[in-house]
């Protein structure tokens, strides 16, 4: 089905500026090498990402009802003065402890924006009658967003090639934080809350706030009993944790290649570093923004609903074991290009699953729902993250791909979408 024109008007281009400085994290292309550089083991470092994937789990559905209730531009404030501290933890306390707390507190911001945008995004479509263009709008805005992380990886490898530290980029993460606080404010009120219908609506507003948490708790617990929810949120939920929990392990990889090769070479060992990763990293996401721009083109030329979704599964299945052995043979070149690839797959499928997860998920509570999404996804990052810092502790990074690849390929026959789904759809 050909999409039509999405129309781009001041809140498209709002929504697009939020996820180009949401994404204008200067710590995200050397986040495991500050870690490396601060003395943190792959097994630590692994540990550190269970922390802040378990407490963005504990966290995950109470401010997913917060948002449903209180509002979502209060949780979206809420969520980006957790990201500052965090940040200033980070740049101002380091030790393994205080990593912890700062993952803590950056779990909380994630928890509470986990979602809640992106039900913003919905609304607003289902309000102004473009819901059928969820795909395509929200690739596009998204899209916005992979340019900030380009933007974000030179500004990055810039900071650190004049510092010659890791930690500078956390300090100067707060910046577009605090532009991006204000950004939201700037958003209509109607955005805060969805209903189903009018009427709903009107009850929802007769109703005093503890009523409305006990609604919208069990909305959020019978939409479970759909069994086509249950599997949309388990196949997007492992989909998503394999990749969080492989991605930054490019930059050790990338640090490896750019000691080895002679470019650069009258330059520190960081600062060559810094260009190099800069530089693949900017290359890499201008090319997401592009496959996120165009999820919408790639999602309608299956035949079936969802055989774009089943495509990309058995793909990152396919990149993460090529990337193991890869490395297991010493091509590291090769094993970046994969990474790359690994990387549009994730972009040019989210906006799918997100979709797709749209149709299933009650207006009322969808961002509890997604909330939920990614509290499952949490579970499994908390669970895989351990186990891949541990393996590429004591066997090497490529036997830790090599491991979540074989996890994820066994999964899919349980997970995969039929097709029943598009008659059901």
């Known amino acids: 089905m050909a999409s039509s024109q999405i129309k781009k008007d001041l809140q498209f281009w709002k929504f697009s500026l939020y996820g180009f400085l949401k994404n204008l994290q200067f710590f995200d292309p050397f986040l495991v090498l500050f870690f490396r550089e601060m003395g943190i083991s792959f ?31 209060t949780a979206m404030i809420c969520a980006f003065l957790s990201y500052i501290i965090s940040f200033i933890i980070f740049y101002l306390f380091p030790g393994f402890s205080f990593y912890a707390i700062a993952m803590i507190a950056f779990a909380l911001g994630e ?21 059928e263009q969820k795909v395509e709008y929200y690739g596009h805005t998204r899209g916005w967003s992979q340019k900030g992380s380009a933007l974000s990886a030179l500004i990055a490898a810039l900071l650190v ?44 507003r007769s109703r005093g706030r503890v009523e409305m948490m006990k609604q919208t708790v069990t909305d959020f617990f019978s939409m479970f009993r759909d069994p086509m929810v249950r599997q949309a949120l388990l196949n997007s939920s492992l989909f998503d944790a394999s990749f969080k929990t492989v991605k930054d392990y ?47 083109r790639f999602h309608n030329r299956f035949s079936q609903k969802y055989g774009g979704l089943n495509a990309t599964f058995l793909c990152s299945v396919g990149a993460m074991l090529m990337v193991g052995i890869f490395l297991l043979f010493g ?28 149709d299933r998920i009650k207006n009322s509570v969808m961002a509890t729902g997604l909330s939920g999404e990614s509290q ?38 349980a997970l995969r979408f039929g097709k029943v789904d598009r008659r059901s759809a």
Request: aromatic share 12%.
């Open 161 to 204: 090639f004049f510092s010659g530290s890791y930690r500078v980029v956390f300090l100067w993460s707060i910046v577009p934080y605090v532009a991006a606080m204000g950004l939201i404010l700037t958003y209509p009120k109607e955005l805060d809350f969805s209903c189903d219908n009018d009427e709903e609506c009107a009850d929802r």
């Open 111 to 131: 928890s509470f924006r986990s979602g809640t945008h992106k039900a913003m995004i919905m609304e607003y479509l289902k309000r102004n009658g473009m819901a």
């Open 376 to 413: 499952l996804k949490t579970i499994l990052v908390a669970i895989f993250s351990p186990l891949f810092g541990l393996t590429a502790d004591r066997l090497g990074i490529g036997y830790a791909m090599l491991f979540l690849g074989l996890i994820s390929g066994l999964a899919y026959p």
């Open 250 to 296: 490019v930059q050790p990889i990338l640090k490896g290649l750019a000691l080895t090769l002679p470019l650069f070479a009258s330059l520190k060992g960081n600062q060559r570093v810094a260009l190099i990763s800069g530089i693949v990293y900017m290359v890499l996401y201008l090319l997401t923004s592009m496959a996120s721009s165009r999820s919408g």
């Open 43 to 73: 097994f630590q470092i692994g540990v550190l990402y269970s922390v802040r994937e378990l407490a963005t789990n504990i966290t995950e559905i109470p401010t997913g009802i917060v948002a449903d209730t209180l509002g979502r531009r």
């Open 331 to 358: 091509l590291k070149v090769a094993a970046i290009i994969v990474f790359i690839f690994y990387y549009l797959l994730e972009n040019v499928r989210r906006p799918a699953s997100l979709g797709l997860l749209s």
